[in-house]
């Protein structure tokens, strides 16, 4: 049961790593070597078989954790989640074709504030909502 678990952390991991068009490899990466390398430290504290489980453990993280971002990178690229006419449709650049974006917050706030201060309808408030987090930031 727990190497299964390991599998499903690794698998969650690195296809949300696929889905995500801001690169958190760079984040990610050192974090599961630290993880690995901390059951590699203690090793020689556990039992044979419990060993065999943490090795195991270890080895279904990463091998699911390489396996889901495969999957999370086939679905951003060939649009997966997308609705079938949709995707005829969509020829766009890369980083518009993935599923996660980064919003910045501010332009949120910014948003909120003039809702707050009647500059903006609700209706209008959330079109504009809709527009920055479909689109993502334009840089």
């Known amino acids: 049961m727990t190497v299964f678990a390991f599998a499903c952390l690794g698998f969650l991991i690195g296809n949300l790593l696929g889905l995500s068009a801001e690169s958190a490899l760079s984040v990610v990466l050192p974090l599961l070597f630290a993880f690995g390398g901390g059951f590699i430290a203690f090793l020689h504290k556990l039992e044979p078989a419990d060993r065999r489980l943490a090795a195991g453990a270890v080895a279904a993280l990463a091998l699911s954790c390489l396996l889901g971002a495969y999957v999370g990178i086939a679905a951003s690229e060939y649009q997966l989640l997308t609705p079938g006419t949709d995707r005829a449709e969509s020829r766009a650049?890369?980083?518009?074709?993935?599923?996660?974006?980064?919003?910045?917050?501010?332009?949120?706030?910014?948003?909120?504030?003039?809702?707050?201060?009647n500059e903006l309808t609700a209706d209008r408030a959330y079109e504009e909502l809709y527009r920055l987090v479909s689109e993502g930031n334009a840089e």
């Open 93 to 117: 650049a890369v980083a518009e074709r993935k599923y996660l974006r980064t919003v910045d917050f501010d332009d949120v706030q910014t948003i909120d504030q003039r809702y707050k201060t």
